[in-house]
C-alpha cells in the first residue's frame, strides 16, 4: 500500500534471494523506531535485545534454508492485553499486574512457532474499555497524521505501529471496534475475523464480543497470516477451524452510508459515496440497503457495561481509585442494572446475529463507513466532549459486527479537508473471511490509497 516500507510478501522474498536479512530488517526496525516512538508513544513496552537474537536465529535459517514458515523473520508487535512469556502485561493499568507473564497467549505463541520476530507490546486505554489511546501507564498515544488528535483505540498504539511502518503487522483485539477504529483513524487496514477464529486464552469477562485480529498495510499479509493464527490451542475453550472456501470472481455487494440513524460528518459521507461510485466505476454491482437490525446499540452498550461492572466489582476501594473516571461511570451503569436489562440485550444480540446471517443470504458482504466521523481531539474518551459515557452511539458500524459475530474489515478510502483518515467497512456471513479479505483486496487496489502519514519524511 505504500511505497516507503517493505511487505511482509517482500520481505519474504527478500529473504528467499538473499537480498535482506532479518537481522538487518530488525536492525533498521529498531532505528526507525526510536526515530517516530517519541512523537506517538505507540510502545508499553520495547524488547530490543531479545528481538535481534530471535532475527539473528532466523537469518541463520534463512541461510540455511530452515525457514520454519512464510512469516519467519517479519516483525510483529502485540497489544498489551495479551500475553507474551517474560514480557510485563499491564493491559494499559498498573493494577493486579504480575512482573512478566509465564506464558505465550495461543496466537503469540504460534507466531513463536513460526519464527515471527516479536520485538514490542503496544499500548491501549486501561483494561481496553474506550476507543481512544490513553492510560495511567503509558500516557496518550498520538495520531501519526496529526499528533493532536486521537490515534483510537483500543488497539491504537498497534494501529500507529502500522501506519509508521514500525512492524510487517501488529496483532490487536477487538470488542467493539478496538481494530477496526483506529485502523480507520490511522490509516491502515484492520482486519477482526470471524468470533472465535482465533483462540483467546485466557477467556475476556466479554467473550462474547471479543477477538483477536490483524492490522497490516496489505492484506496479503494478512491472509498469509491467517493459517498461522487459526491453529486450535488446548487452552482456549472457544475455537472455530476456517474453512477452505474458495475466492468469489462475482460478489453480490449492498451498502448502506448510515443504517438509517447515524449521523455522518459531512467529508465522511462525501468519501463513503465516492468510494461506492468509483467502485461501481469497476463494474462492482452494488445495492443500497439497510440491514434490518433495529435498536442493536443500547443492547450493546448495556453489556459493555455489565462486563465493565464484573471487572470493576472485584477491586478494592483503594484499586478503583486508581481507575479512569470514565470507566468508572461505565462500571456504575452496570451495577444498576437489572438481571432482566441485562438478558434482554443478549436476546438482543442473538436475535440481531440472526437478522445478520439471513441478511448475508442475499448478498455477499456490506459495505459501510468504518467510523462516521474523523479522528477527534486528544484528552477526550468520545468525540462529544460533555458525553457522560464513551459509549454513546460514534461507533454503530463496527460494534454490530462483534455482537454477531461475524468477519468485518477497514480499509483507507480517502483523506478529509485536513488530511485525517477515512475508512471503508466490509463486513460479511460468518466463516467467509478468506473470501472477503479477497474481496477486500480488489477494493483496496481500486481505491488505490497510498498517502503517508505527515510524520514521515519519505526517502
Request: net charge negative; with cysteine; glycine share 8%.
Amino acid at each position: 500500500m505504500t511505497k516507503q516500507f517493505l511487505t511482509g510478501q517482500a520481505l519474504t522474498l527478500a529473504y528467499k534471494e538473499g537480498s535482506l536479512t532479518p537481522l538487518q530488517v530488525c536492525t533498521q526496525l529498531w532505528q526507525r523506531l526510536k526515530q517516530y516512538n517519541p512523537e506517538v508513544n505507540a510502545f508499553s513496552y520495547l524488547a530490543e535485545e531479545e528481538s535481534l537474537e530471535m532475527a539473528k536465529a532466523s537469518t541463520l535459517r534463512w541461510q540455511q534454508g530452515k525457514a520454519l514458515s512464510p512469516i519467519d523473520g517479519w516483525p510483529i508487535s502485540i497489544k498489551d492485553s495479551l500475553e507474551v512469556r517474560t514480557w510485563p502485561m499491564h493491559a494499559g493499568a498498573s493494577i493486579r499486574t504480575e512482573a512478566s507473564s509465564k506464558a505465550d497467549a495461543p496466537v503469540v505463541h504460534h507466531l513463536r512457532l513460526a519464527g515471527a520476530v516479536l520485538f514490542a507490546k503496544t499500548t491501549m486505554p486501561q483494561w481496553g474499555w474506550k476507543g481512544a489511546t490513553d492510560s495511567p501507564v503509558t500516557g496518550i498515544t498520538r495520531n501519526p497524521w496529526d499528533v493532536n488528535k486521537t490515534c483510537g483505540g483500543s488497539s491504537g498504539g498497534a494501529a500507529v505501529a502500522v501506519a509508521l511502518g514500525l512492524g510487517v503487522a501488529a496483532i490487536g483485539t477487538d470488542g467493539g471496534g478496538s481494530i477496526r477504529i483506529p485502523g480507520a483513524f490511522c490509516g491502515v487496514i484492520g482486519y477482526k475475523p470471524t468470533h472465535d477464529l482465533f483462540p483467546l486464552y485466557p477467556l475476556h469477562n466479554l467473550a462474547q464480543l471479543v477477538d483477536v485480529g490483524v492490522l497490516a498495510r496489505e492484506i496479503a499479509d494478512i491472509e498469509t497470516l491467517l493459517p498461522i493464527l487459526n491453529q486450535e490451542d488446548k487452552r482456549a475453550v472457544n475455537y472455530v477451524p476456517l474453512p477452505s472456501i474458495q475466492h468469489k470472481e462475482l460478489y453480490r455487494l449492498a451498502y448502506s452510508s448510515d443504517f438509517g440513524f447515524a449521523e455522518l460528518d459531512p467529508e465522511v459521507a462525501i468519501i463513503f459515496q465516492r468510494s461506492i461510485a468509483v467502485l461501481r466505476e469497476h463494474r462492482f454491482v452494488l445495492e443500497e440497503k439497510t440491514p434490518p437490525v433495529g435498536k442493536y446499540l443500547s443492547a450493546f452498550a448495556h453489556i459493555w457495561q455489565a462486563g465493565s461492572y464484573e471487572s470493576y466489582a472485584d477491586l478494592t476501594a483503594v484499586e478503583q481509585r486508581q481507575l479512569d473516571p470514565g470507566f468508572v461511570r461505565i462500571a456504575q451503569l452496570g451495577e444498576t442494572m437489572t438481571l432482566l436489562e441485562y438478558l434482554q440485550a443478549e436476546s438482543t444480540r442473538l436475535s440481531v446475529s440472526e437478522a445478520m446471517q439471513a441478511f448475508f443470504n442475499d448478498y455477499d458482504a456490506l459495505l459501510t463507513p468504518t467510523v462516521p466521523i474523523p479522528a477527534f481531539d486528544i484528552g477526550l474518551d468520545s468525540p462529544h466532549a460533555k458525553s457522560v459515557s464513551a459509549l454513546d452511539n460514534w461507533t454503530p458500524f463496527t460494534c454490530l459486527f462483534n455482537m454477531t459475530g461475524q468477519p468485518s474489515i477497514t480499509v483507507p478510502c480517502g483523506l478529509t479537508s485536513q488530511g485525517l483518515p477515512v475508512g471503508l467497512q466490509i463486513s460479511g456471513p460468518k466463516l467467509s473471511d478468506r473470501p472477503l479479505l479477497a474481496l477486500s483486496q480488489k477494493i483496496a487496489v481500486i481505491l488505490q490509497f497510498g498517502a503517508l502519514p505527515p510524520l514521515i519524511n519519505p526517502v
